[in-house]
Every structure is written in structure tokens, then in C-alpha cells.
């Protein structure tokens, strides 16, 4: 990778790249936020170059913005709902019970999960532009590092 699109990526943390402009997404990370209490998680919008620099050396097309992406600590990208399960099951606590989920093979959870990606702007609505994290926040999202 050449030195200007090099990221500096936080170490132990991982990254979850998402709709910048949706409400449902920005939902999501604020559910995230306050769960959360390792810290474990930062996030970056699909729309920052940041996340596009760090997406390049996947096969993931960060324009398309109807997935949820997690890169792990250990390098592997997963998306859509097997990033999904994997955030929340991660949180702990009484979320541990949605790995039950895993029994039904991704392409199925997928198909919910893509009408749900589909309408979630209709659904949800959207943002004239990507989330601005609080002061307090800020450390948690990609930008900041």
C-alpha cells in the first residue's frame, strides 16, 4: 500500500464500517455506543476515504452502502448479517442469545437482512450528510485516528 492511503488502523479495537446518512445504521451504531463497554469497537462511515483506503484490500465495494461491515482484529471482513451477529453476540450480556441464529446458513439471514437494507431509507429515512460524532465520541470513530 502506498504511504498515502496507509491507515493507521487502532490496535485491538475493530472497525465497523457503516451508512454514514442512514438512521437506521446511525441507530445501530448508537445502540453500539452505549453497549459497548469494553470499547472494543470504533466505527467509520462507508462514505469516508478512510474507510474506502482501509476497504480497497477486500473484495467489498464500499459504495455500495447496504451492508454493515466488521473488520476484526484478526484481518477477516465479514458483512451483512454475519457482521451483524458478530457485533451483537461480541456486546455480550443478553445479546449472546442471538447467536442461536448462526444454525441458518448466511444466504438465508441474508435475504432479511437485504429487504431490510433495501427500504431503510423509506423505512428510516436519511441524513443530508454523514454523522458528526460529539467531542466525547469522537475517539471512537476512524477520523480521530
Known sequence: ????????????????????????CNGFVNYIIDRDTQKQFVFASLQSEQSKN???NYDFDPSRLSSVALLQSNGELLVKSDAALKI??????GLKWL????????????LFYDIIARY??????RKDQCRIPTPELKQRFLDAY
Do not use: A
Open 99 to 110: 447467536s442461536v441464529f448462526y444454525i441458518f446458513p448466511s444466504f438465508m439471514r441474508n
Open 88 to 93: 451483537l453476540t461480541k456486546l455480550g450480556g
Open 54 to 56: 482501509i476497504l480497497q
Open 120 to 125: 431503510r431509507y423509506k423505512w428510516f429515512g
Open 1 to 24: 500500500m502506498d504511504t498515502h492511503n496507509e491507515v493507521i488502523l487502532p490496535k485491538e479495537k475493530e472497525i465497523i464500517f457503516f451508512d454514514g446518512v442512514c438512521n437506521l
